[in-house]
């Protein structure tokens, strides 16, 4: 008896992903709450633009590529024209936080019934790292060689906390799989939100904190450390909206860590 | 059914529904917004979907993400905002898949003015988008054509799952005339949506609507795939019109869409004075009836083209005629719409 194996919404791949790459972990969650809600069949998955396109060649659902940034829009016609089906996007953070803002703000701001998975590793990955609208201050990309100087920049985006501050009911996390029990965490929230989108409640976005060691130019596991000591304190994991929540009530909105430097 | 009043943009709408699309999405934008407006009432009175997108290029991806399930889906929008749809059409000309694009065309380059224009004649025939890709493209010169050509642009977009664009312009979406809506039959002997639509995969394998061939030989061989289909267009899908060509008019005046009908009325009012003329009015665009325009040119021997740009369409009456006979050309553009006389004045000037 197999004790480990593919996910059957998995396709048996060897993935085109760098070595300690997140995405492989993000693909199998995403794919192992597929199975386990039995909605393969109905399932229909947008691509990005970035090093997730080929995300359609690893899942065996059905799969739509949209134009860079573009998802939501995609997932808001499939959904709208299909409500039977169960639509996800995946993006990464230079197509969803950059090209794509506009988009994903207005879908959750309608509420679309679909789910987002939103990976933020705080680098373009695919055209071989550029600053992001993600990359944290003073961090060196290609097209930030000095590091990131916020006087001409700005300050990285937080997106969780900008989607919290629309009223349209929605379920917004931010999860991170840099330890073990951080990943049992994401699924737990990756469930609950095509639980929420089964229920046809609202639009569920799940953000995951991710590494991407090529183009920080670290070990995967340096890129692990490297994502806790930076990237965690100004962005801080938990819920940030929940349908659930009475109407009117304040979420409790998690905060940066105030002895981050980069949190002000 | 009885005809009834409607502006031209309301009856486009109602076409779409007539045609069985049940999706639209939405940007307004003036001189086309009253299909939006209409279509808010109308499409969930129908059991269908309206969304007001929040931008062009978010309404033509919406249109993208349901065409990929399978369903019908279109939207409208004016010059600026086509530009804005330009790229997701040039992703679904890639992909394949069925959809409509009403351009009730204004004045351009940049922002232009609201008045109606032909000016985005190059834009819908000759890409827009970028890539080897091309639409079908119906120019419509009446409400009633209006109406006819959107149902039947849906049955077309679903036969060659490809982009149609209906190109006409603001005096088309705002005028009223009567109009019928005569049901169109449903395309027969397509093959399965669940041969190429994202609908679920349940009993088959994944479908992947996509554009990406990062392999050359396999984007060349998309490229050859659409070419073979644009090919058949040529021989299916030329639609034109003549009128007063028979008998031995002096001068042939080629236009499209409202500047057509002015033309014809300059032409009436021309054989009161005993000067005969001919028109020949493209209904489609794109492929462009080439040969009638050629055949029609060798005999009359004097061609004129009148159209509300600065000339863009005269360039394919150009290519078809040959440089042994002259293609002249007449414009008005900014907004305005030329008058009967002006045009008759044209062509008297050249006879």
Not at chain 1, 214 to 231: F, I, Q, S
Not at chain 2, 51 to 64: H, I, K, P, R
Request: aromatic share 8%; with cysteine.
């Amino acid at each position: 008896m197999a004790l480990f194996s593919y996910p059957r919404s998995m396709a048996t791949a060897i993935t085109h992903y760098c070595p300690g790459c997140t995405h492989g972990v993000a693909h199998r969650l995403v794919a192992e709450v597929i199975d386990e809600l039995g909605i393969a069949e109905r399932t229909v998955g947008v691509a990005p633009v970035g090093c997730s396109v080929l995300i359609y060649n690893y899942f065996n659902v059905d799969f739509q590529e949209a134009p860079h940034g573009r998802a939501p829009a995609l997932a808001t016609g499939a959904k709208r024209a299909r409500p039977d089906l169960v639509v996800f996007t995946y993006q990464g953070d230079g197509d969803l936080a950059s090209i794509g803002t506009n988009e994903i703000i207005h879908a959750h701001n309608r509420g679309e019934k679909f789910t987002t998975i939103f990976v933020n590793n705080a680098i373009y990955g695919m055209t071989g790292g550029q600053m992001a609208p993600t990359t944290m201050p003073g961090q060196v990309t290609s097209t930030s060689p000095m590091g990131r100087d916020v006087a001409q920049a700005g300050y990285p985006m937080r997106v969780c906390e900008m989607l919290a501050t629309l009223r349209t009911p929605g379920y917004v996390v931010r999860c991170s799989l840099h330890t073990p029990q951080l990943v049992i965490q994401t699924k737990r929230a990756i469930r609950r939100a095509f639980d929420l989108q089964l229920e046809n409640r609202c639009h569920t976005f799940v953000e995951l904190l991710s590494t991407c060691p090529t183009n920080w130019g670290m070990t995967p596991a340096k890129a692990l450390d490297w994502l806790h000591e930076n990237m965690l304190p100004y962005y801080p994991l938990g819920v940030f909206k929940d349908p659930d929540q009475a109407d009117g009530q304040a979420p409790v909105i998690p905060q940066p860590d105030p002895r981050c430097s980069h949190a002000h | 059914m009885a005809k009834v009043l409607m502006k031209g943009n309301e009856a486009i709408g109602e076409a779409a529904i007539r045609a069985g699309c049940r999706n639209y999405f939405c940007y307004p934008i003036t001189p086309q917004t009253e299909v939006a407006e209409y279509l808010a009432r109308r499409m969930p009175e129908a059991g269908g979907n309206f969304v007001q997108a929040e931008s062009e290029l978010a309404a033509s991806n919406m249109v993208f993400g349901a065409a990929a399930t399978g369903e019908m889906a279109f939207t409208t929008s004016s010059s600026p905002g086509i530009s804005l749809m330009s790229e997701t059409i040039s992703y679904i000309a890639a992909a394949q898949l069925p959809a409509v694009f009403v351009n009730i065309v204004r004045g351009g380059p940049g922002l232009g003015g609201i008045l109606p224009g032909q000016s985005d004649y190059f834009q819908a025939t000759k890409g827009g988008g970028h890539g080897d890709y091309r639409l079908l493209v119906l120019a419509p010169a009446s409400v009633q054509e209006a109406v006819e050509l959107t149902m039947l642009a849906f049955r077309l977009a679903e036969k060659y799952r490809n982009p149609v664009m209906i190109l006409g312009d603001g005096m088309i979406g705002q005028m009223m005339e009567p109009v019928e809506f005569k049901d169109l039959p449903p395309n027969e002997g397509l093959p399965d949506k669940n041969t190429w639509a994202t609908c679920g995969a349940k009993d088959r394998p994944k479908n992947i609507v996509k554009s990406l061939f990062l392999d050359p030989l396999l984007l060349e061989k998309n490229n050859h795939e659409l070419a073979a289909k644009y090919a058949l267009w040529h021989e299916l899908e030329i639609r034109c019109e003549t009128y007063n060509c028979e008998g031995d008019p002096k001068l042939m005046v080629v236009a499209y869409g409202t500047t057509a009908r002015i033309c014809s009325t300059a032409i009436d009012d021309l054989k009161q004075e005993g000067l005969e003329i001919g028109l020949v009015r493209p209904i489609s665009l794109y492929p462009f009836p080439s040969r009638k325009v050629a055949e029609l040119a060798r005999r009359i021997g004097k061609v004129l083209t009148v159209e509300m740009s600065m000339g863009q369409m005269v360039e394919d009456v150009r290519a078809a005629v040959g440089h042994d006979i002259q293609v002249d050309f007449f414009g008005r553009a900014g907004g305005i719409v030329p008058s009967p006389d002006e045009v008759a004045e044209q062509i008297r000037k050249r006879l």
